[in-house]
């Protein structure tokens, strides 16, 4: 559980009764679904712990951001939520970023840069950890070549 208050949506993941309900609605407005329901489904979807939820939700935010100019705000901090879940990182800060330059004071967003630093801080930790093993491990392979043609000879 993160420690940051203020992104708590990060890890808080609707009921499936609760996403249930925003589902049915969105299948029974079907093709003139509005753009409200549409919303509440995507964010529904973004908060979910299953993978293929957050990347409808991210794919549904994405159009209302297209489509609907007045509702782009509003989209900023779900399609920043939902890339970060799905380990988009770049896509999560550009969408954060452009909340927080219109919005510098925002908490949620300013929590959610926290998370999304402390993940790429993570990973570029793990992704050296993994190219120093593959050195590592090259060059003992190297070495013993090495080793056993200098024998042969």
């Not at 299948?27 to 908060?47: H, I, P, R, S």
């Not at 988009?88 to 970023?97: G, H, I």
Request: proline share 3%; hydrophobic share 40%.
């Amino acid at each position: 559980m993160t420690q940051l208050p203020y992104a708590i949506d990060a890890e808080t993941p609707l009921s499936q009764a609760e996403l249930d309900v925003l589902r049915a609605q969105y299948e029974k407005e079907d093709v003139m679904v509005g753009v409200q329901t549409k919303f509440n489904y995507a964010w529904g979807l973004v908060k979910s712990n299953v993978r293929t939820d957050q990347h409808l939700g991210v794919m549904l935010l994405s159009e209302i951001f297209r489509t609907s100019p007045e509702r782009r705000r509003e989209c900023l901090y779900y399609l920043a939520l939902g890339n970060y879940k799905l380990g988009n990182y770049a896509q999560a800060r550009k969408y954060n970023d452009l909340l927080l330059e219109n919005e510098p004071g925002n908490l949620q967003a300013s929590n959610l840069q926290a998370l999304i630093d402390d993940k790429v801080a993570k990973e570029g930790l793990m992704g050296v950890a993994i190219v120093s093993g593959v050195a590592v491990a090259a060059g003992v392979i190297g070495g013993v070549l090495l080793r056993n043609l200098g024998r042969k000879r």
